[in-house]
């Protein structure tokens, strides 16, 4: 599945995942947050959690400035018949909200 753009999120800028299991989901899913390097730089290491049914996981830290980090990816890994809600928060403003029915990948370009 490709890559689905997203507004940018901000150096400097606490930021927060939420994942939120339905509870009628079949299985485990696993959200994943990392980094795209700039020029090698040094970025944060990636997180990930992974919720059961009915399950929420929230993966959280500060947006790295745009000279290290070009992009935050966030990863929503489904199986068949499994489904949510992802959330992004800036600064605890929601960012962005949508329902996830299949394996997603997020791009957030860093500015």
């Not at 509870?23 to 990636?46: E, I, K, M, R, Y």
């Not at 935050?72 to 029915?101: C, K, Q, S, Y």
Request: hydrophobic residues 40%; contains cysteine.
């Amino acid at each position: 599945m490709p890559t689905t753009m997203r507004p940018p999120v901000h150096a400097g800028k606490n930021y927060k995942v939420r994942f939120s299991n339905e509870v009628a989901s079949t299985g485990v899913v696993l959200a994943l947050v990392c980094w795209v390097p700039n020029h090698q730089s040094v970025v944060p290491d990636p997180q990930q959690k992974t919720a059961a049914p009915g399950g929420s996981v929230e993966l959280t830290g500060v947006v790295p400035s745009d000279v290290a980090a070009r992009r935050m990816t966030i990863v929503v890994d489904l199986d068949a018949g499994e489904r949510g809600n992802l959330e992004v928060f800036e600064d605890d403003v929601l960012h962005f909200a949508e329902p996830v029915v299949q394996t997603t990948t997020f791009g957030l370009v860093v500015i």
